[in-house]
């Protein structure tokens, strides 16, 4: 697998100054977001973060994954650690089918119905790149900030060990509380 790596830069921004890396990998490309004292950490915090562009850039209120963003950043830049921007849209089914998706959930289905009925899994995420960079970034003990077990299995069957698990919970408003119960009753979200 060809990985292109950036250098590691400064970016400082609302939450605190951080350092990034980015990593590119069959025409996705990645963010490494630490913490500056992230090297001297033997044991970082770690949050694993899917893209979402419509809740991490445009404020959308049908998912959690903004407010979890902000949370992570906030909680990394005071306690040490890292986020990967995983960029793997909408479970990795990209923009354009998610929001297909969204115009299913309109009409009534939830997010896994939606995906299934557009021929998808109804996750198709894959994390040999997440190995990559918390390989890169000599990172083989951590605590992740999740609410998602199966997150959890496929870290640790990258020979990763997690020693904790951080809750990673948000509010529920009206338009992500269906979203949210599907999350806790098919995936098994801790929420
Ligand atoms: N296909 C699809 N993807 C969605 C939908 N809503 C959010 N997403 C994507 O779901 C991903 C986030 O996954 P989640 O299931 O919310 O959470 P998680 O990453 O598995 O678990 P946590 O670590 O607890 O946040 C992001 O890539 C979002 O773009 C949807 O309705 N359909
Ligand atoms: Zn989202």
Redesign the pocket.
């Known amino acids: 697998m060809e990985i292109e790596q950036s250098n590691i830069a400064n970016l400082p921004t609302k939450y605190g100054k951080f350092k990034i890396k980015a990593y590119k990998q069959n025409n996705q490309e990645h963010l490494a977001i630490m913490s500056e004292n992230f090297e001297s950490l033997k044991e970082p915090y770690v949050?694993?973060?899917?893209?979402?562009?419509?809740?991490?850039a445009l404020g959308s209120l049908?998912?959690?994954?903004g407010n979890?963003l902000n949370l992570a950043l906030q909680f990394i830049n005071q306690n040490g650690g890292l986020v990967i921007y995983?960029r793997?849209?909408?479970?990795?089914?990209g923009?354009l089918?998610?929001v297909n998706?969204?115009a299913l959930?309109d009409k009534g289905r939830?997010?896994?119905e939606?995906?299934l009925e557009?021929g998808?899994k109804?996750?198709?995420?894959e994390y040999s790149i997440v190995k990559y960079i918390l390989e890169d970034l000599k990172v083989d003990k951590l605590k992740?900030?999740?609410?998602?077990p199966?997150?959890i299995k496929y870290i640790e069957s990258l020979g990763i060990k997690i020693t904790q698990r951080i809750?990673?919970i948000t509010k529920k408003n009206i338009y992500n509380e269906n979203?949210l119960n599907t999350?806790k009753e098919y995936?098994g979200?801790?929420?």
Request: aromatic share 10%; net charge positive.
């Open positions: 949050r694993i973060h899917s893209e979402c562009l419509t809740g991490d049908k998912c959690d994954c979890q995983h793997q849209e909408g479970r990795n089914i923009l089918n998610k998706a969204y959930q939830n997010t896994v939606a995906n557009l998808f109804d996750d198709e995420r992740l900030i999740t609410n998602n199966k997150k809750p990673a979203y999350k995936f979200h801790y929420l």
